[in-house]
């Protein structure tokens, strides 16, 4: 099983790696903007489970190979750093999406069931490419090499998901109570990508000179 260290490293990197806007977070907010709190919420548990259909995949998939190889377990891991470095630029150019997000959701307001809700929630996060790519390029880093990688793939995914779930139902509260708040300054939204997405290349950075 991963280490302490490895514990603590991994959710600090998902917790940030989930605070920066893509697929997921636009989701949320236009969720909380354009449905009823209950539905935003059910949409986000609906998005969990889709990406914990993801880790499982990966675990399956993925697992064997990088246990079996360094040389793999060296590519992924410097993929993976490419790829966050990649995020965090995308992330600097696109922080006015989720202010477009949120004036788009205030347009257009609408109800929706239970059922629907938690399909289209599901759908977002099977298809979601960002949590995809990171779970590939990303969570074999946080495995023991001395113990079977596809369960720790499986409790690390597992572990992210409830982070975002939680994160995602605390931004889709937050949008569906403030929205005068953010209508009135929506620019706020903006220097919050600027933010994650400099953080997001530091880490990357820091991936490629890690040991």
């Known amino acids: ?55 499982v995949a990966v675990a399956v998939g993925l ?8 040389t793999a377990y060296t590519v992924v891991k410097l993929v993976g750093a490419a790829y966050v470095v990649w995020l965090g630029v995308q992330a600097i150019r696109h922080r006015t999406d989720a202010r477009a997000a949120m004036a788009a ?9 239970a059922r629907r809700a938690l399909a289209t929630g599901f759908t977002v996060g099977l298809s979601n490419p960002k949590t995809l790519v990171f779970f590939l390029a990303f969570l074999p880093q946080f495995t023991d090499p001395g113990a079977a990688a596809a369960p720790q793939l499986v409790l690390l995914g597992l572990a992210f998901a409830v982070l975002a779930a939680a994160s995602d139902s605390l931004w889709a509260t937050a949008a569906g109570r403030a929205r005068t708040w953010f209508a009135r300054k929506p620019q706020r939204l903006d220097s919050m990508g600027a933010v994650g997405g400099v953080m997001m290349i530091g880490l990357g950075t820091g991936m490629v000179l890690s040991d």
């Open 1 to 55: 099983m991963p280490s302490t260290s490895q514990w603590v490293t991994f959710l600090a990197a998902s917790i940030l790696f989930i605070q920066v806007p893509g697929p997921s977070l636009l989701f949320t907010l236009g969720r909380a903007l354009t449905v009823s709190l209950r539905a935003a919420l059910t949409s986000v548990v609906g998005n969990a489970l889709g990406v914990l259909t993801q880790v």
């Open 63 to 70: 697992g064997a190979v990088v246990a079996a190889s360094s």
């Open 105 to 113: 959701g205030l347009a257009r307001p609408s109800r929706e069931g």
